[in-house]
């Protein structure tokens, strides 16, 4: 995600220094308190019974590398035993779960790895601050994915590890918050990309949701902003709807919910299917809509920890039930 957002206040430093996140990785101090006030989640959103969000997985991702953290979007991938998952300092990993009666119990550990620009030189090699700010993941049906870049906004189609492609978004994303670019990433069926900033840009009655063209970008219509709330992930899911994971920060902690909207006749409010209390879980950033061996829709979500002892990397699963 980055740093937070003047408005609302600001999370403070987006860095600690290694050492003191090593002394602080095991043992944090916050877990106990999350852990129990998971249990509150049975008293969220959804209003109605139908649908119903149902808790299949709370997974703690946890490495003992300095540089593992920062995983700011995620994309279930095949019959969701596999996922990509896209951190805010141009890394990636291609990683598989591990799986007891549906419940995600572990990662496969696998190597990390680099994106690359057009030019083909690693970010991390590029002496420009904040060049490789990625944040979301939308993967086409032919493989490829593009990916989101927060500041200097801008999307790079990967094809492998290597970068094919790279999209300008509309000219009003010139007025977007410097730390407030596109993190809301998905692909429809017809491989268009669907894109939403978190920030509001200069005349506009809320945050656009741009469609990718032949020529370039469409506005298909605004979601209303309401209590804070800032679109950070969203995918279109197998039943054609738009599913926009949002999040709003508080001083004691973070909120997050899912709005669901149709593309073809956009509603700014959409439908609200789910809203956390407050801390019941970190910082959900990333969304992933799959559907399941049985035929329920899977949501996804990854939580970046910005890289602080404080947080945490959460994969959090829900089935979606009639």
């Known amino acids: 995600m980055g740093r937070q957002h003047p408005e609302p206040a600001a999370s403070g430093s987006k860095r600690q220094t290694s050492c003191a996140k090593t002394r602080a990785r095991h043992g944090r101090p916050a877990t106990a308190m999350r852990t129990s006030l998971v249990a509150l989640i049975l008293a969220a959103t959804p209003l109605s019974a139908e649908p119903e969000l149902q808790l299949v997985s709370n997974f703690v991702w946890d490495r003992p590398e300095d540089y593992f953290g920062g995983w700011s979007a995620i994309e279930v991938i095949g019959d969701g035993n596999d996922f990509i998952a896209i951190g805010d300092n141009a890394q990636v990993f291609q990683g598989s779960f591990v799986r007891e009666d549906e419940r995600i119990t572990d990662v496969v550990w696998a190597p990390v790895g680099a994106l690359s620009d057009t030019d083909g030189e690693a970010f991390f090699r590029k002496q420009i601050e904040h060049i490789g ?23 790079l189609v990967y094809d492998g590890a290597r970068a094919v492609a790279r999209l300008e978004f509309p000219r009003e994303a010139a007025s977007l918050h410097e730390n407030g670019g596109v993190e809301a990433l998905a692909v429809d069926a017809e491989g268009r990309l669907i894109a939403i900033p978190e920030t509001i840009p200069n005349r506009s009655p809320g945050f656009p949701v741009w469609r ?5 970008w469409e506005t298909i219509g605004h979601l209303a902003r309401s209590q804070g709330f800032r679109p950070v992930g969203a995918d279109m899911g197998p039943d054609g709807k738009l599913y926009v994971l949002e999040r709003a920060f508080h001083l004691v902690g973070f909120q997050s919910r899912i709005r669901v909207f149709s593309v073809d006749n956009f509603d700014p409010t959409g439908d609200l299917l789910w809203t956390t209390p407050l801390r019941a879980f970190d910082n959900l950033e990333g969304l992933s809509v799959w559907e399941d061996s049985e035929g329920f829709l ?16 959460q994969i959090i699963e829900f089935r979606l039930t009639q």
């Open 133 to 155: 700010d990625s944040e979301g993941i939308a993967v086409f049906p032919d493989g490829r994915f593009a990916v989101s870049f927060e500041r200097f906004p801008r999307v």
């Open 212 to 216: 990718q063209t032949g020529e370039g």
């Open 298 to 313: 899977r949501l996804t979500m990854i939580s970046d920890d910005n890289n602080l002892a404080i947080q945490e990397t």
